[in-house]
């Protein structure tokens, strides 16, 4: 049996997830946008529950919550969003800003505005993947329009100082846009108080369904569609809605904020089970700012050997991987951006710890990567 432990990469979806989904499909399958019939109203009262669930969780009234088909829809949406609306109303600012450890579902579409006339400033980390807030303030004038930082890495963990970054962009009226996919349902999170504008997250990466997240929109935060066609979402994305995915959104948020402190310090301490561990072997060093991190994050590098031959090693018996599942084969920016080298990040391992891992599973990847490494010390 496989341990899991990529847990960033996706989550199983939870058994009370499905179960809240299950009439949706089919029993009550109504479009929510047909108004004129009783099974259409309960779809969208279903939708409009969810709606009030997750925007409850993150202390912003409903009408803030688009849904969208992921954090890369919404996060496309946020960003083209809002270079579009500012186009519209002829505000003559077109500076962006963001870090170059951001996922690539903001670095593309950010990549892709600035072909377009919107200068791109891709600021680095310190050698602990934190954002210094001294730098961010010196990139900012009175061109930008926006700032787009990440709650938590999704391969090092590392949680952004967003509050301080928000005070900054407040104070020179600057939109803030957030990628919080890896950290609704994970750690505590209220755009509004933080000074976030646009909140992108997604379904799957908290224990609920693949292809539905939701875009979270400020007060007063105009962001032009990117999908058009028959006006749902208040004009916002175009679409019929997924019911049965929105009300598995719904539930997997309440689940998520049921658990989460609990889950939160069990995953920690198991975390930490399997640094000690790891840290025993020799010659492993973490990656990433260790105090500021996702609970159930480990990055680490092993030095001194081949980065294939690891990961071939390890498969036998783990599910990890060495960086972002989203840039399958090329070497991960996040570590090049930390300083690693090629070599070095080839022979990282990036775990994700769920709910349902267990300390059997630490001590078997414990195990594994003891193995792999005594392997590869004794060939060389
Ligand atoms: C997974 C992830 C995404 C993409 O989310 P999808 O819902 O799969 O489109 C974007 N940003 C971050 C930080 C992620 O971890």
Redesign the pocket.
Known sequence: MLTYLDH?ATTPCDAAVLAAMAPWWREHFANPSSRQHRAGLEAAAAVEQARGRLAAALAMPPAAVVFT?????A?NLALKGLAEAALERGDPRRGLVTLATE?R??LDPLAWLARHGFPLTVLPVQADGLLDPGRLDDALGPDTLLVSV?AAN?EIGVLQPLETIGALCRARGIHFHC?A??AVGHVPLEPTGLGIDLL?L????LYGP?GI?ALVVGEGVRVAPQMHGGGQEDGRRAGTLAVPLIVGLGAAVQTALADREGRAERLAGLRERLWDGLESLGGICRNGNAGRCLPHNLNVTVSGVDGADLHRLLRRRLAVSSGSA?SQGSPSHVLAALGRSRAEAAASIRFGLGRDTTGEDIATAVAAVAEAVAEMRRAA
């Open positions: 960033h088909s992921g954090a890369t829809e996060n996922h579902a903001v990440m999704n990628d996919a890896q992108s997604s379904g799957h990466k693949k997240g989203c």
